[in-house]
């Protein structure tokens, strides 16, 4: 009898997460799946989207499906992003260099974490696709000023500051189980803690100051109100990204999903909107565009494709969910990304 034909290693999403699972340590699988004390947050992101349903919508000519857009002027193939993660040496042990490429593979927009373990320079290098930078106040103006102008110089396209880390949670998987994320990534210890304190003293001064020091649009990460969200585009800012950095910082917290309409209301067109937080389908990215997003950054999904198998297993996850997008838009009666209306979404419960 003739073996099967050979055909991918991965066929499904759910799969990729238990490989990533069955080949990660128990401490670095708990520091990429855990979330903050409870883990309610991260809990009500998925539950959330859970009780959204789409409309069904039938007898639409959808043999041509376009799945393109732009983020900031940026032409996107797909409105999906790599969410910034730090800590990937922990998953790969070529960490965001490895991301990179996967992102490449898969034709999908990189946001490289200032968490990063590698030069901006060299992420950049491996990179085929469009890059953006997340930023982490980790230093003075004078240290973040540096890094914006290698940051410009290497080729990203805009920068978001996270701006939700003003204490560093306690994330209890790790905590209970005495492991120290930064020492296992071989880290000298910081005497200030995990993060340094210029996080701690952020503000909206901090914010004009990165308007006026970097060429590139400006964006926000960890905005969950509509005050904070109006604040944010009267000052400029171009970019509003809704997060509740999938669960791992301020427990009992509102979904992402949740927070977004009111955002998308307030913000009325004047900045474009990046959302993440417990987006692991098609389904889910039909949810938040329809709800007001521009692109749908997502975490965990891409990190198990890392872990799993690398490279090609970013490269498998970004091609799984744009499958999953396309068939579903077109089983909802919907050709372009555009289409994707409130309307389309609806409380099932």
Request: with cysteine; net charge neutral; charged share 25%.
């Amino acid at each position: 009898m003739a073996p099967p034909p050979a055909g991918p290693k991965f066929v499904t999403l759910p799969e990729i997460r238990r490989a990533a699972h069955e080949r990660l340590p128990r401490d670095h699988w708990n520091f990429g799946d855990g979330a903050a004390e409870t883990e309610s947050t991260k809990r009500r992101n998925r539950r959330h989207l859970d009780r959204l349903a789409i409309q069904q919508n039938v007898l639409v000519d959808v043999r041509s499906i376009d799945l393109g857009t732009t983020l900031l002027g940026v032409p996107l193939e797909w409105p999906v992003a790599v969410a910034p993660m730090g800590g990937l040496v922990l998953f790969h042990p070529e960490g965001d260099v490895e991301m990179a490429r996967g992102a490449g593979q898969g034709r999908t927009l990189q946001w490289l974490s200032g968490a990063t373990g590698w030069p901006v320079e060299a992420v950049a290098k491996a990179g085929a696709a469009p890059q953006m930078f997340q930023l982490y106040a980790h230093g003075d103006h004078g240290w973040m000023g540096e890094l914006l102008a290698r940051v410009e110089s290497s080729g990203y396209t805009a920068v978001a500051l996270t701006v939700d880390v003003q204490k560093y949670s306690r994330r209890e998987r790790d905590v209970f189980h005495r492991f120290n994320p930064r020492q296992a990534m071989e880290i000298a210890p910081n005497p200030r803690g995990p993060d340094p304190h210029f996080q701690s003293g952020l503000t909206w001064k901090d914010v004009e100051w990165l308007m006026k020091t970097t060429k590139l649009p400006v964006g926000l990460k960890g905005i969950l109100t509509v005050a904070d969200a109006r604040r944010a585009v009267d000052m400029g800012v171009r970019l509003i990204w809704v997060s509740n950095h999938g669960g791992r910082q301020l427990d009992y917290t509102q979904s992402t999903i949740e927070a977004l309409p009111p955002i998308t209301d307030a913000v009325a067109g004047r900045a474009e909107i990046v959302v993440d937080g417990g987006f692991n389908r098609g389904t889910d990215v039909i949810k938040a565009l329809a709800r007001g997003a521009r692109v749908v950054a997502v975490g965990r999904t891409m990190l198990w494709g890392l872990a799993a198998d690398g490279a090609a297993g970013v490269a498998r996850v970004c091609e799984i969910l744009r499958d999953e997008l396309t068939i579903n838009m077109g089983l909802c009666g919907r050709t372009k990304i555009a289409d994707l209306t409130p309307d389309l979404i609806f409380r099932a419960d």
